[in-house]
T-cell receptor
Framework: GAVVSQHPSRVICKSGTSVKIECRSL??????MFWYRQFPKKSLMLMAT?????????EQGVEKDKFLINHASLTLSTLTVTSAHPEDSSFYIC????????????FGNGTRLTVT | KNQVEQSPQSLIILEGKNCTLQ??????????LRWYKQDTGRGPVSLTI?????NTKSNGRYTATLDADTKQSSLHITASQLSDSASYIC?????????????FGKGTSLLVTP
């Protein structure tokens, strides 16, 4: 079945540094990728939607200069958390979807970010 | 207002028992509905997909139903196992004139105890 690989699975960084998270679709072309944030025991919160080759669409309240999203190819999207602060510590998940009405949504396994 | 409502918010059952999770939606036009299982610290994994014409679909001990008239879906888990403890998320896809937008429920947290 289709697989979405997310890397790294865990990352610890110092406050003020930037962290890049990669999301790759391994066996299909992901025309649309989504990035989510999830707090403990809470539901997924959509942060942004990106279509290959175009700028990401951010949800209300998500700072686009803080969370940089790049979807430069049909198999790769990246999320960069810039100038990270402890409150950015969270579980970040990507998902990817091919073109088509009934295209399933495949999720990565998430990245646990801890900012110290 | 969320267009996908899941109930209950959380559920605790004994190992071996059955349970049913509910998903009610207002998404229109409707394209399809998926149930996902999310283990703690992992990404969601698809269990079933239901389109408009499908009423029931099974995946092992998981059986999903869909009533497109009342806009309700259920996920029935038979003979629960400890490994069924997870969050179950209902995702409804809108039709083409809504860009196949995805609408997420907030999930049902299931705990299966020995």
């Amino acid at each position: 079945g289709a697989v979405v690989s997310q890397h790294p699975s865990r990352v610890i960084c110092k406050s003020g540094t930037s962290v890049k998270i990669e999301c790759r679709s391994l066996d299909f072309q992901a025309t649309t990728m989504f990035w989510y944030r999830q707090f403990p025991k809470k539901s997924l919160m959509l942060m942004a939607t990106s279509n290959e080759g175009s700028k990401a669409t951010y949800e209300q309240g998500v700072e686009k200069d803080k969370f940089l999203i790049n979807h430069a190819s049909l198999t790769l999207s990246t999320l960069t958390v810039t100038s990270a602060h402890p409150e950015d510590s969270s579980f970040y998940i990507c998902s990817a979807r091919a073109r088509g009405m009934n295209s399933p949504l495949h999720f990565g396994n998430g990245t646990r970010l801890t900012v110290t | 207002k969320n267009q996908v409502e899941q109930s209950p918010q959380s559920l605790i059952i004994l190992e071996g028992k059955n349970c049913t999770l509910q998903c009610n939606y207002t998404v229109s036009p409707f394209s399809n509905l998926r149930w996902y299982k999310q283990d703690t610290g992992r990404g969601p994994v698809s269990l079933t997909i239901m389109t408009f014409s499908e009423n029931t679909k099974s995946n092992g001990r998981y059986t999903a139903t869909l009533d497109a008239d009342t806009k309700q879906s259920s996920l029935h888990i038979t003979a629960s196992q400890l490994s069924d403890s997870a969050s179950y998320i209902c995702v409804v896809s809108a039709g083409s004139n809504s860009g196949y937008a995805l609408n997420f429920g907030k999930g049902t947290s299931l705990l299966v105890t020995p």
